[in-house]
């Protein structure tokens, strides 16, 4: 059974940085990809960052670039995103998503399979 458990969510000033942490469990291999997705109140979801575990291959939305970072750690199952010069625009519902895959996939909420339950990260000007 799929798992994924983000943490690291919460408030900051604007300017400010957070971590996001997305601890994953019960994949049967190595091929993954994982991503951040976030969603504002009235707003649809949108993808902000992925990366091909294999080889850390990224990719990101143009609204983060230069500011937001996402990585893996393979041997902890486990991918991070860490944003630098927060904005009040970023506040959001930060969701963690994955899927098996051979390259970087889109950020299209559709290429992934797996969701996790989602964490608040809201900035405040």
């Known amino acids: 059974q799929v798992q994924l458990v983000e943490s690291g969510g919460g408030s900051v000033q604007a300017g400010g940085s957070l971590k996001l942490s997305c601890a994953a469990s019960?994949?049967?291999?190595?091929?993954?990809?994982m991503a951040w997705f976030r969603q504002a109140p009235g707003k649809e979801r949108e993808g902000v960052a992925g990366?091909?575990?294999?080889?850390?291959?990224?990719n990101y939305h143009d609204s983060v670039k230069g500011r937001f970072t996402i990585s893996r750690d393979n041997a902890k199952n486990t991918a991070y995103l860490q944003m630098n010069t927060l904005k009040p625009e970023d506040t959001a519902i930060y969701y963690c998503?994955?899927?098996?895959?051979?390259?970087?996939?889109?950020?299209?909420?559709?290429?992934?399979?797996?969701w996790g339950q989602g964490t608040q990260v809201t900035v405040s000007s």
């Open positions: 998503a994955a899927t098996q895959c051979y390259g970087t996939r889109p950020l299209w909420a559709g290429e992934y399979d797996y």
């Open positions: 019960g994949f049967t291999t190595v091929w993954m990809c």
């Open positions: 990366v091909y575990t294999v080889n850390g291959d990224a």
